[in-house]
Structure formats: structure tokens, C-alpha cells
């Protein structure tokens, strides 16, 4: 690991240690996730400035853009830090109508892993994550075949770890029953607490926990006590809400994504902020 301090820490993966707050790469591609960014130099100033400030953990896709993240992640980062840890995912495709279709058959699932080793530039990927439901929420059924497709590909040698996304504890098991997970990422936030016992479960067994969309879904009353908090602690309502998961559960993993360095320093500092008692008690209302 490099000497300098990690934001929020790290937590260790297996053999990867990780910055606890990361980076998500995917709104650096155009909009809706399509094409190249707006301003190609400002993104590539971006991932520059994320490892430069410490973090050590970028989850990106090859189907955002689709290629685009990647392609840049490797035009700014490549050659890697041996301590940098890119997460990708496979087992979605996007359509011509912006949609997240799912691309999850074995073959399917073996080409997305070539496509993400090369348009990133590695050998091997540190950790591969089978995205099994829709966009918010797990769907029921069986994901053996998918799971041992990319079993498979791990014992080639071209994946480290394996993860899984978008799924339930049942599907965490199973995956279980067929190669170690390293990681969940699932849809949860401060407001949206489905996976309250699961988050515990995992910690428990040495599982990290990638929440996404930190602030999706929330009603306009949640929003009103989000922001209360917010103005009272003087900063904004997600750094709040991201505050408040990094101090969830120790196996908690941020991945706030942004195309400005100025935001991607904001999301930084979220690690030093200190919710008072009663701040978090208000917070966890929220769920309820």
C-alpha cells in the first residue's frame, strides 16, 4: 500500500486492501451513460485526481458508454499503481432505447470479461462482479450457470475475485456454494434500509458492501429530514447520506461517482464528517 492516509481507511478484500471511499466511474461517460464525456480532459483530470487524493478503489463497467470508462480509466491511470484495485461488472448490455438489458449467458458473460481486460489494458481483473437483477432491485431465480461461467474464468487466471450485484441472500448462498464472494452491491441508502440484516450478515463473515445510488428513491418527506440535518451540520444533504454509510457498518464500501474534481474533493471529505448522536438518530428514522 501506498504511505499516504486512505480516505474513510481501507478494508481488506481477500488480498486487496481498498480505500473505503471510492470512486464510481460511471458518470463520466456522455449523458444517460452514452457516449464520450463532455470534457474528455476534465475526466481524465478526475480519475488523475482520485488516486492523487488517495483512493484506491474505481468500480466502472465496460457496458458504461459502453467502453468509455474504461478506455479512459486506462488512458489516465495506465500503468496502474500496483495498489490500485479496479472493480468491474458484467451481465448487462445497453440498448439503443438506454435500457440495462440483461447479457448474461455463459458466452456473453466470457466476452464481457475479454472486452473489460482490454479496453482497461490488464492481464487479470482484481474483481468481477455478475450483476444479476434490474437496476434497483434483485429478481428471483437461479444464478449458478452465470456464477460458474465466471467460476471458470477465475481459475484461468483472468479474474481474482468474484462479487455479485444486485441480488438477495439466497443468491449470495449460492454464489457461496460455488466460488468465495469478495463483495455485494446492492441498491441502499439511508433511506432505503431493505438490506439492514444483510449488510450485518456479510460484515460478519468479512464481506464487502458496495451501496449504490446513495440518494435514489427518497419521498419528499425523507428529503426534508435529510436536509434538515444537512443545514444544521452546515454541508450538503449527500455528504450527509454518505456519511452516514460510512459509518453503517465497518464492511461499507463507497462509490460516489462525479465528473468534477471540485465534487469528487467534496465526496472525499465526507470521511472526516462527524455526525453528532442525535444527528444519527434522526438519519435512521428516516428508514424506519
Given at each position: ?180 464472494v469478495v463483495c455485494v452491491?446492492?441498491?441502499?441508502n439511508v433511506a432505503h ?96
Open positions: 500500500m501506498a504511505s499516504q492516509e486512505l480516505p474513510g481507511g481501507s478494508y481488506r478484500v481477500a488480498d486487496l486492501e481498498l480505500s473505503r471511499v471510492g470512486y464510481g466511474a460511471m458518470q463520466l461517460a456522455g449523458p444517460g451513460v452514452f457516449g464520450p464525456p463532455k470534457d474528455h480532459d476534465t475526466a481524465v483530470a478526475v480519475l488523475r485526481a482520485a488516486v492523487d487524493l488517495g483512493i484506491r478503489h474505481i468500480d466502472t463497467a465496460d457496458f458504461y458508454g459502453p467502453h468509455v470508462t474504461n478506455e479512459l480509466i486506462r488512458e489516465a491511470l495506465a500503468p496502474y499503481p500496483d495498489d490500485l484495485h479496479i472493480v468491474t461488472k458484467v451481465g448487462a448490455r445497453r440498448d439503443e432505447q438506454g435500457g440495462w438489458p440483461h447479457a448474461r449467458t455463459p458466452a456473453e458473460l466470457r466476452s464481457q470479461v475479454h472486452d473489460n481486460l482490454q479496453h482497461l489494458g490488464l492481464d487479470v481483473l482484481d474483481v468481477v462482479n455478475l450483476r444479476v437483477g434490474g437496476v434497483e432491485a434483485p429478481e428471483p431465480g437461479s444464478l449458478a450457470e452465470q456464477f460458474e461461467a465466471l467460476a471458470e474464468l477465475q481459475q484461468q487466471g483472468l479474474i481474482r475475485h468474484l462479487g455479485v450485484s444486485t441480488v438477495t441472500a439466497e443468491q449470495i448462498a449460492e454464489a457461496q456454494s460455488i466460488a468465495p452491491q446492492n441498491y441502499y434500509r431493505v438490506d439492514d440484516e444483510l449488510v450485518d450478515s456479510l460484515n460478519a463473515q468479512g464481506i464487502a458492501y458496495v451501496p449504490y445510488f446513495p440518494l435514489g428513491g427518497f419521498s419528499p418527506l425523507q428529503s426534508v429530514a435529510l436536509q434538515a440535518v444537512a443545514a444544521r451540520l452546515d454541508t450538503t444533504a449527500m455528504s450527509v447520506a454518505l456519511a452516514w454509510l460510512l459509518r453503517r457498518s465497518p464492511n461499507v464500501l463507497l462509490i460516489p461517482g462525479t465528473s468534477s474534481v471540485a465534487h469528487l474533493r467534496e465526496n472525499l471529505a465526507v470521511a472526516a464528517l462527524e455526525l453528532p448522536h442525535d444527528a444519527i438518530a434522526e438519519l435512521d428514522a428516516i428508514g424506519r
